[in-house]
């Protein structure tokens, strides 16, 4: 049972990443005392072998080629740490598999616990299983034990304190323990905590090692698996409710053991244990230990107490999966493949579902929708009714009356007021005001987030070209979201036109009615000034000709002299009426036709926003990348059954 168990040392040295050389075995020096702190010139990979080549064994190396692609392509997804930890584990056959114990508040208990795992009961107690029983070996930090074949304690080489112990358990099973501290009761407290950020708390501790070096405040060190120690009663109670959100599945089995330190009953230690919690009592292991060195006829009496304390099944989980396999694999290290596996795809689960409720959550009701296009239509109905009213009165008014033809000799300075007046006061004023109210609904209810975008999405693009500027004879442009952008005018631009501000709702009428007040009013304005002019000097010339015609020739009567003059003023004043009545009705039938399509871009923008606004814009990139981390997972799948199935490379 015993060397099944506890085999005897080979003499050589396992350690991870290098081998400690004991200064002990030097005979020109004086040997230092047991557990006395050491410098050693190094215990990390030399300089000239971090870029070395790295030789993976052959039976692995597709596994190894998928972990490092999946390491790449899906780091939002993957614990690095632990990919890392698998990494290093396929370099070799025999790789080193470590193992953490936690303990709550007393490192004493987990120190008695381990070393009772580690002890060897044929040897005589060693200075070192004192050392771990005192309980303070970790400093707070924690403490790495290694198998070592003079026990000594390194403080100076590296971030964490490590103690090498001639342990036959960590010798045959190539195993390193870390011994560490875990908050219990600041996990329970916080509600955030899900089960798989307690899984990862627990595989991937973070020990605290800034009061033992200050140039390290934390050091992440990934494990293959993880016991977790309550102390009595008060302590099963915190690891119970600790270890309730983790999942129960085989790997997480195999890979996070919960262990409870109580007195035995009669009936055993075993009689405490649940699927999820392992009951020993350290004391009565412990005393058969003792029994045990003290004589070798105490075997029977040991054998008793130590399967009565419970430490049977605590060492067959701990040394499970440890032993290499024709595969070329641990399974120890193949379930932490899988496990990191299967943590890869819940991120990525985890992220599509919170995707999935972010869109839902956000989604507008389609009956808000609908009562929102019905708003819409009859908004777009009273706004062509107030188009067709309001421009009918205002051409009606005596006000537009003025501008008749035959006034322009002394109103033709109120062309630009009166036509200014019927675009402010009469051209889709109630329909903008509606508008708004309209827009401050849709708003409401999220549908103008993105309301730029859509105007700018509805818009031709502008042109500079001077030959494309409008004219009174041709139709005007749709008007361009630029012209809400301030900025400072071009010397060919006209310098006291007023620029809108940008607003949350859609500018086309607005823009639309700045566009016809900066371009159409102008040049009418004008041609009503060219044509009185035309007008005036045409009969300034032709009365001048009828009074020399009658100054020249004593045959010509008044009346044959008057009559050049009257033909030529008839004229003008036939042109003059017939020119400025085609200009009033182009230029009314011009705001009315303007007007229109303000309001068709207007309904256009609002009921696209009704049909698409508020809706959540699905990240390509992000579900791409998910995408080819499942693919990245699967391949690491495959090639994990292939080495399994002893199919690997050879």
């Known amino acids: 049972m015993h060397s099944r168990l506890f085999p005897a040392p080979t003499g050589a040295t396992y350690g991870w990443p290098s081998k400690v050389t004991s200064l002990g075995g030097n005979p020109g020096r004086p040997r230092r005392s047991p557990l006395q702190p050491t410098r050693y010139a190094s215990t990390l990979a030399s300089s000239t072998a971090i870029n070395a080549t790295k030789h993976i064994p052959g039976k692995v190396r597709g596994l190894y080629n998928a972990l490092s692609t999946l390491k790449s392509q899906a780091a939002n997804y993957v614990n690095l740490s632990r990919v890392l930890l698998a990494l290093r584990s396929l370099e070799t056959e025999d790789a080193i598999v470590r193992v953490a114990v936690f303990a709550q508040d007393d490192d004493a208990a987990v120190g008695k616990l381990v070393r009772v795992l580690l002890a060897d009961p044929l040897s005589p107690e060693a200075s070192w299983e004192r050392t771990l029983e005192e309980g303070q070996q970790a400093n707070n930090g924690g403490l790495l034990l290694r198998y070592g074949e003079t026990a000594e304690i390194n403080r100076q080489s590296s971030a964490l304190t490590t103690m090498l112990v001639p342990s036959p358990l960590l010798h045959a099973h190539n195993m390193e323990i870390l011994l560490t501290r875990i908050p219990l009761d600041a996990s329970i407290s916080e509600s955030s905590i899900d089960a798989v950020d307690q899984h990862d708390r627990l595989l991937v501790p973070s020990t605290n090692v800034s009061q033992c070096r200050g140039d390290f405040p934390a050091l992440r060190y990934p494990v293959h698996k993880a016991m977790v120690l309550g102390d009595g009663l008060q302590g099963c109670a915190k690891l119970a409710r600790y270890v309730t959100g983790i999942s129960d599945g085989v790997e997480t089995r195999s890979m996070i053991k919960s ?52 430490m049977p099944a605590l060492m067959e989980w701990l040394v499970d999966g440890t032993k290499p396999t024709p595969a070329g694999i641990k399974p120890a290290v193949s379930d932490l493949i899988e496990s990191l596996l299967d943590d890869t795809v819940n991120q990525v689960t985890r992220q599509d579902s919170e995707t999935l409720q972010t869109m839902v959550s956000s989604a507008i009701p389609e009956s808000t929708r609908q009562m929102l296009n019905q708003k819409l239509e009859l908004w777009a109905e009273r706004a062509h009714s107030e188009l067709r009213d309001d421009l009918d009165l205002a051409f009606g008014r005596p006000r537009w009356a003025r501008l008749a033809w035959w006034k322009l000799f002394w109103r033709v300075d109120d062309v630009e007021t009166v036509a200014m007046e019927v675009l402010e006061r009469r051209w889709l004023v109630e329909s903008e005001k509606e508008m708004i109210w309209l827009a401050g609904r849709m708003q409401e209810a999220g549908l103008l987030n993105d309301i730029e975008g859509s105007i700018t999405d509805h818009q031709p693009s502008p042109t500079t070209s001077s030959a494309a500027r409008p004219s009174i004879g041709t139709p005007p442009p749709p008007p361009f979201l630029t012209d809400l952008i301030p900025r400072n005018p071009t010397p060919d631009e006209h310098p006291a036109i007023p620029l809108l501000s940008r607003e949350s709702w859609p500018m086309h009428i607005p823009l639309a009615r700045r566009h016809l007040v900066t371009t159409t009013i102008p040049p009418f304005h004008a041609l009503a000034q060219t044509l009185l002019l035309q007008t005036l000097s045409t009969s300034v010339l032709t009365s001048a000709a009828s009074a020399l015609v009658f100054a020249s020739s004593y045959s010509t009567s008044v009346f044959e002299a008057g009559a050049i003059a009257a033909l030529g003023l008839v004229w003008s004043l036939r042109r003059l009426q017939t020119k400025w009545l085609a200009a009033r009705r182009f230029w009314e039938a011009e705001i009315r036709e303007a007007g229109r399509a303000a309001l068709k871009d207007t309904q256009d923008l609002l009921a696209a926003l009704v049909r698409d606004g508020g809706r959540v814009r699905v990240d390509r990139d992000a579900e791409e990348e998910r995408r080819v981390a499942r693919e990245a997972v699967e391949r690491v799948r495959e090639e994990l059954e292939r080495v399994k199935a002893g199919g690997g490379e050879g």
Do not use: C, K, M
């Open 259 to 310: 262990v409870v330190a109580l007195s035995a009953p009669a009936s055993g230690a075993q009689s405490f244990a649940t699927p999820t919690i392992t009951a020993v009592d350290i004391q009565e292991a412990t005393a058969a230990i003792s029994e045990f060195r003290q004589s070798l006829r105490n075997a029977t009496i040991y054998e008793q107490d130590w399967f009565h304390s419970g």
